[in-house]
């Protein structure tokens, strides 16, 4: 028989006169003594980032937050333009496409970077996940970009950032081993995308797999305001609507 247990939270709680968020005082210790990724990491993991966590988790907001008029964008201002009351709607919309496809990619290659750092001989792993994609025709997490090549601008960059912030690197070192593996396997150049360098770097600081989408998800919030914002001022719907009409036109099916 199962055991029934009480459940509980460990994030917030509060009486007549405080607040309280994972045992802290939200007046006395946390506003304006905490920024909102230092807040981030502590409501999500429970514990106080230290300056190498803060620093890396702040350079992936940063790096998600703007993609240009992708899928979620475009979203976020079609609903929005539908549903003007309602900002959060398009906001909604936009999060909706965080998905296995674009911006969520994460979660799909930090999985991948834990096999490789799990195996007893990480090249042959390596190897065997490569061809395990390339047999079954489908895109390895974290690797390729439509516009960004022979590599994607940011990778290296978060790279940098991740070193100066003094991680150790075993997540960086065993996805770069699997970049190898795919090069050799695909028999030409892969680029780790800017989403396989934040599953190394999210894995540095002690994110697990199954959350860092929500990271993505954080990030982009922001970023679809922006859009929205946009919209309020330059409005773009419109033009969006008449270019997918021009582009997708009818065709009569009993012609």
């Known amino acids: 028989m199962a055991v029934e247990t009480t459940p509980r939270t460990q994030l917030c709680s509060h009486d007549e ?20 990724t230092e807040m981030t990491y502590l409501a999500v993991t429970g514990r106080v980032p230290g300056e190498t966590e803060t620093r890396v988790l702040d350079a992936v907001l940063v790096t998600l937050m703007e993609h240009g008029m992708t899928p979620s964008a475009i979203a976020a201002r079609m609903v929005y333009s539908s549903a003007p009351e309602n900002v959060q709607a398009g906001v909604s919309a936009g999060l909706l496409a965080v998905g296995s ?27 065997a996940i490569a061809t395990e994609h390339r047999t079954s025709r ?21 790279f940098e950032v991740a070193g100066a912030a003094g991680v150790e690197g075993d997540h960086i070192a065993a996805l770069k081993t699997l970049s190898l593996a795919v090069d050799e396997i695909y028999d030409r150049h892969l680029t780790i995308n800017a989403t396989g360098a934040i599953a190394a770097l999210l894995g540095e600081i002690g994110l697990p797999a199954r959350i860092m989408r929500g990271m993505a998800v954080l ?11 946009e919209e309020q001022r330059d409005p773009a719907m419109v033009k969006m609507w008449q270019a997918a009409e021009h582009a997708v036109p009818y065709q009569d099916p009993t012609a």
Do not use: W
Not at 102 to 111: Q, S
Not at 219 to 229: F, T
């Open 219 to 229: 990030s982009r919030a922001a970023g679809l305001v922006a859009h929205i914002a």
């Open 101 to 127: 496809v674009f911006v969520g990619t994460m979660e799909g290659c930090a999985e991948l970077i834990e096999q490789v750092r799990q195996a007893d001989n990480r090249e042959a792993q390596a190897q």
């Open 138 to 158: 489908t895109p390895v997490p974290g690797f390729g970009h439509p516009f960004h090549r022979p590599d994607d601008p940011r990778t290296p960059r978060l």
């Open 17 to 36: 006169k405080a607040i309280y968020v994972r045992g802290r005082s939200l007046v006395d210790e946390l506003i304006g003594g905490m920024s909102f």
